[in-house]
Structure formats: structure tokens, C-alpha cells
């Protein structure tokens, strides 16, 4: 267990408050559906987990915009959706469940599994089996560790839940458009039942235990692929300080990339659209787009590869914030 113990919650829309909760707590009492957890509402939690410095930003702010301190996680998630396709997701999350069990030597009962509720599957893996150290960049080597694993199941996965803040749809709560929960699956459920079939399960919360696994023989090899993410992300860092440098100098010039006119004229399929779009947004912030002109260029791609209004404006800001031109403090109008 790490010391990363707060968290936010939000019931209704996920436009909501956000509410400081012990992380920890909270999800336990929806694995429970204690009444307090409000079950047959709209509601999420953090995807990540928080120490002091998120508490002290989200009394003093209201919000978590802005917030760029340490995180942790109790759960490492995998979001597979597949829209119009339900059963084509609970073969690929099948896959990655088999892919997880193999490759850390894992018990079915140490995973979490969950149909949404909507178009797809979350799948956790609890960190108590190797302790990864909370800190500031956890979320992005979070984000490639995952990767990592999804790529050797050969299954595409959501990278937008990766965001430091990111809202992750509470177990058992009810989803506002289908009127279904999210619901807790065994590995053989979702092995072996039909999507009509999990989709009927889904029509009523049921309470779980959470799993509290510890390390017992599995955990050489996790350590070995966090510690490969962990250099792949610092090696992104050192990449990006160096072509910092480089514009500053003028050694490196500045070019609109191949990825973002192919982003603006094709967008991205599911799995790719977070990524891209953010990818796109810090380029055309490189070369000291402004806002209006960025979003004005990202939007419609964005939204046609299936992306909501507030996740394709949020990923824009995070790439023009995160520009070279915003790093130096010489980034485009507003």
C-alpha cells in the first residue's frame, strides 16, 4: 500500500463536483454497494490516488485543473470499448486477461473485471504486488506500462483514462444512458458468457471483495517491465528537454508533422484518439499555433473519431500546455 491515499469522488454527471475522498475507502464501499455509495446513480472516482499536495490544491482551487504533483494508484487500469461491438471488446478483454495471468503468473482472483455498463471492459491489476512508488509522472508510466502489456495481447486499449486527473466510472454505479451498472465479472464470466449475457448481469448492481494480493513469486517480472516504462518515460523527458534546447538555439527547426495533417484530414480509430490528438495539439503548439487556431484545426477530427466535446478540449489544452514554446514561457494567444 502506498501513501497516496486521497482521491476525488463525483455523483451525477462527470461535470461535477469533485470531492475529496480516501481513495481507498470510497471504492470499497461501492465493491459493497454501501448505501452511502448511492449505486443507482451516475458517479466516478479518480482513476489515480493522491497524497497531500492534491488535497491541499483541490481546497484551495475547487478543482483539479492545474494540478501537476505526485500521484500513485492502488489498481493499474485497461479500458477496452469497442462501440456497436460489445462482443468483439469481451473477446480482446479475454485476451488481455489471459495476457495479464501469463505474463505475471497471476491468480483469475487477483484481477478486477468489470462489464462498463456501456460499450466495453475495465480490467485492473492490483499494485500490491510489486509497490510501485507514487511521485510526479507516475500516471505516464502507468500509461506505458500498459501499453506494454496491450501491445503483447495484441488489443487496442483507451489511453485517455491516463490523464493524472482522470474520472474513472465508479464500480456498481449506474451508467446515465443505458440505466446499466457497472458490474463485476469473474475471469470465467467473461471467459465464457456472451455479451447479451453480461449485459443482462449488468441490469442490477452486485456487491464484491476486493482483492488484496501480495507479492509471491510474480513480481520479478513486473518489476521488470515498470522499470522498463519507467525508462522509456524519462527517456521521452530527456528527449523533450533536448529539443527544447535545440529550438532555443536554433538547431532544431520547427515542422508540422505528418501525424497531425493525417489527424486533421483522417482522425483516429478508438485506442489512438487520445494520443494523436494530444500528440497534434503539442505540435502545432510548437510551432506557436494559437489556441482558437489549434482548436479550430483539432476539433471536428476529434469529435468524429468519437471523442466527447470536454475530452477533445481537454486533450488540446494538455498538448499546447505541454508545447516547447509553453515550456519557455513564449506560448501562442489565447
Known amino acids: 500500500m502506498n501513501d497516496a491515499n486521497f482521491g476525488y469522488r463525483i455523483v451525477g454527471p462527470c461535470t461535477g463536483e469533485r470531492r475529496l475522498v480516501d481513495w481507498h475507502v470510497a471504492f470499497t464501499a461501492y465493491a459493497a454497494c ?31 485543473k492545474g494540478y501537476v504533483g505526485p500521484c500513485g494508484a492502488s489498481w493499474l487500469w485497461w479500458d477496452i470499448d469497442r462501440p456497436e461491438d460489445l462482443e468483439t471488446a469481451r473477446i480482446d478483454s479475454a485476451r488481455l486477461a489471459v495476457t495479464l495471468r501469463e505474463r505475471y503468473v497471476v491468480s483469475d482472483d487477483d484481477l478486477l473485471v468489470f462489464y462498463s455498463g456501456f460499450k466495453g471492459f475495465h480490467l485492473g491489476l492490483p499494485v500490491s ?26 488489443v487496442a486499449i483507451d489511453t485517455g483514462i491516463y490523464d493524472a486527473v482522470r474520472a474513472f466510472r465508479a464500480p456498481n454505479s449506474r451508467h446515465p444512458r443505458t440505466g446499466l451498472h457497472k458490474r463485476c465479472l469473474p475471469v470465467d464470466a467473461l471467459m465464457h458468457l456472451d455479451a447479451a449475457a453480461i449485459v443482462k448481469l449488468a441490469n442490477t448492481p452486485e456487491a464484491f471483495e476486493v ?14 517491465d515498470w522499470e522498463a516504462a519507467t525508462a522509456y518515460v524519462h527517456g521521452q523527458e530527456q528527449a523533450k528537454s533536448r529539443r527544447l534546447e535545440g529550438v532555443a538555439t536554433g538547431a532544431t527547426p520547427l515542422a508540422l508533422n505528418r ?56 486533450q488540446i489544452d494538455c498538448g499546447l500546455n505541454d508545447s516547447m514554446p509553453a515550456l519557455a514561457g513564449k506560448g501562442g494567444d489565447a
Not at 497524497?51 to 475547487?62: C, E, M, P, S
Not at 510501485?132 to 506494454?148: L, M, N, Q, T
Not at 482483492?211 to 521488470?224: F, V
Open 34 to 64: 454501501d448505501e452511502r455509495a448511492r449505486c443507482d446513480s451516475e458517479a466516478y472516482l479518480s482513476a489515480f490516488t493522491f497524497g497531500v499536495d492534491f488535497r491541499d490544491h483541490l481546497k484551495a482551487t475547487g478543482s483539479t
Open 129 to 154: 504486488l510489486w509497490h510501485p512508488s507514487p511521485g510526479v509522472g507516475f500516471h505516464r508510466i502507468a500509461r506505458r506500462f500498459c501499453e506494454a502489456v496491450a501491445e503483447a495481447a495484441e
Open 211 to 224: 482483492p488484496r494480493p501480495t507479492a509471491d513469486g510474480c513480481e520479478l517480472k513486473i518489476i521488470n
Open 259 to 314: 501525424m497531425t495533417l493525417a489527424f486533421i484530414r483522417d482522425g483516429a480509430k478508438p485506442g489512438d484518439r487520445h494520443r494523436l490528438l494530444y500528440s497534434a495539439a503539442r505540435n502545432l503548439g510548437d510551432l506557436r499555433c494559437p489556441t482558437a487556431l489549434a482548436v479550430a484545426l483539432l476539433t471536428e477530427a476529434a469529435l468524429d473519431s468519437g471523442l466527447s466535446p470536454s475530452d477533445v478540449r481537454r
